[in-house]
Structures are given as structure tokens and as C-alpha cells.
């Protein structure tokens, strides 16, 4: 899914049709408010990924400060952002990408470079939300189950991580199966894949 914030009704039209040129799916806001407010009303994140298209200069919201709000909710890798503007200078694109911006581009800008960097953009989201996933899963194994997982991906087996930890080999083996579960893995080649 991509984003587009632009208070200009005519860039709005001619990104969505481009977007649309290569397959993305996109929303569209004529100021930063109507992209916050949709943005806290969202339930989840498209799996397949999103991204925002930002206008530098608007009217109630400048692309910068949306930026640093979206940063301050620690979303700005779920959402990575793509400045456009026909305003803008050096100093202003590298401060924007210091900050954490996926790209600059001024406009006029080239379309299949801007649609190449959309799709990139939105394959670093997925990863963004897959790592995202990965460290909520691991958020619910207990203590001891983390202290298996490490001797699991060190390659030990059940009676050896029983004897390092000072546990019943039954012990490990529940241990291992709400790792597993937990982890949504069936063998320990997937979870040190999953790990990796």
C-alpha cells in the first residue's frame, strides 16, 4: 500500500495512475491531518508492505514535522517515507535522510526511478514488519524458555541442555515444544532460519 500525501489534487491523480502502472494499491490525503487520523484508526499493517509518499510543503502539516511524528511513534521503518517536493535544497534532503527518510526526490522527478524506489521501499517494510513479528514472538517465551532457545540454536541436544541448565530432560522437551509453538516453527532448522 502506498501512501500519498500531497495537498495537490493533480500530483495526488498522477502518482496514484503510476502506482497503479505498476501494480501498488494507493491511498491518498490532501493534508498530513487526514494521514494521522487515518493512520490511528488502522488496525494493521498491509503484510505486503507500505510506504508514504510525503509532500515537503503543506498547509497544516509540513512533510518534515508529519515525519517526526511518525518517528516518534517509532514507525518510520514500518513506514518508510519518500520526500517529494518542488522546493527543496541539498541541506533540506540530507537532513531529511539523517533523519531516517527513505529517499528525496524533487520534482519534476524520473517515474520509473521514483516507482523503483517505491517498491523497494515497500519490500524494506515488510522485512521492517516480519522482524517485527519475529521479536513479539520471541517477547513471549519466559526466561527459561530463551535460556533453551540459545542452547537450541548452539546446537545442543535435549540431554545436554538439560545438564547446563540443572533441568529434567522432560523439562526441556515441554520447553522446546512452547518454543516451538510460540515461535510458530516445527524443527530447529526452521527456528534458526527464522533467527537467523
Same mark, same amino acid.
Given at each position: 500500500?502506498?501512501?500519498?500525501?500531497?495537498?495537490?489534487?493533480?500530483?495526488?491523480?498522477?502518482?496514484?495512475?503510476?502506482?497503479?502502472?505498476?501494480?501498488?494499491?494507493?491511498?491518498?490525503?490532501?493534508?498530513?491531518?487526514?494521514?494521522?487520523?487515518?493512520?490511528?484508526?488502522?488496525?494493521?499493517?498491509?503484510?505486503?508492505?507500505?510506504?508514504?509518499?510525503?509532500?515537503?510543503?503543506?498547509?497544516?502539516?509540513?512533510?518534515?514535522?508529519?515525519?517526526?511524528?511518525?518517528?516518534?511513534?517509532?514507525?518510520?521503518?514500518?513506514?518508510?517515507?519518500?520526500?517529494?517536493?518542488?522546493?527543496?535544497?541539498?541541506?533540506?534532503?540530507?537532513?531529511?535522510?539523517?533523519?531516517?527518510?527513505?529517499?528525496?526526490?524533487?520534482?519534476?522527478?524520473?517515474?520509473?526511478?521514483?516507482?523503483?524506489?517505491?517498491?523497494?521501499?515497500?519490500l524494506a517494510s515488510c522485512d521492517?514488519?516480519?522482524?517485527?513479528?519475529?521479536?513479539?514472538?520471541?517477547?513471549?517465551? %519466559?526466561? /527459561?524458555?530463551? +535460556? $533453551?532457545?540459545?542452547?537450541?540454536?548452539?546446537? *545442543? =541436544? &535435549?540431554?545436554?541442555? !538439560?545438564? @547446563? #541448565?540443572?533441568? %529434567?530432560? /522432560?523439562?526441556? +522437551? $515441554?520447553?522446546?515444544?512452547?518454543?516451538?509453538? *510460540? =515461535? &510458530?516453527?516445527?524443527? !530447529?532448522? @526452521? #527456528?534458526?532460519?527464522?533467527?537467523?
Amino acid at each position: 500500500m502506498l501512501h500519498i500525501v500531497d495537498d495537490e489534487e493533480v500530483i495526488r491523480d498522477s502518482l496514484t495512475w503510476l502506482a497503479r502502472s505498476r501494480a501498488i494499491t494507493t491511498s491518498t490525503y490532501d493534508n498530513g491531518a487526514a494521514f494521522l487520523a487515518a493512520l490511528d484508526t488502522k488496525k494493521s499493517f498491509d503484510p505486503q508492505g507500505e510506504c508514504v509518499l510525503l509532500d515537503v510543503r503543506m498547509p497544516d502539516i509540513s512533510g518534515p514535522a508529519l515525519f517526526d511524528t511518525l518517528a516518534t511513534r517509532g514507525l518510520a521503518q514500518r513506514l518508510p517515507v519518500i520526500f517529494l517536493t518542488g522546493h527543496g535544497d541539498v541541506p533540506m534532503a540530507v537532513d531529511t535522510l539523517k533523519r531516517g527518510a527513505f529517499d528525496f526526490f524533487e520534482k519534476p522527478f524520473n517515474d520509473n526511478k521514483l516507482m523503483d524506489r517505491v517498491q523497494e521501499a515497500l519490500l524494506a517494510s515488510c522485512d521492517a514488519g516480519a522482524s517485527a513479528e519475529i521479536q513479539s514472538r520471541l517477547g513471549n517465551l %519466559s526466561i /527459561r524458555e530463551r +535460556e $533453551v532457545l540459545d542452547l537450541i540454536l548452539a546446537g *545442543k =541436544m &535435549n540431554k545436554v541442555i !538439560a545438564d @547446563e #541448565l540443572g533441568i %529434567s530432560m /522432560r523439562t526441556v +522437551e $515441554v520447553h522446546r515444544a512452547h518454543i516451538f509453538d *510460540k =515461535m &510458530n516453527v516445527k524443527t !530447529a532448522v @526452521e #527456528l534458526a532460519r527464522l533467527l537467523k
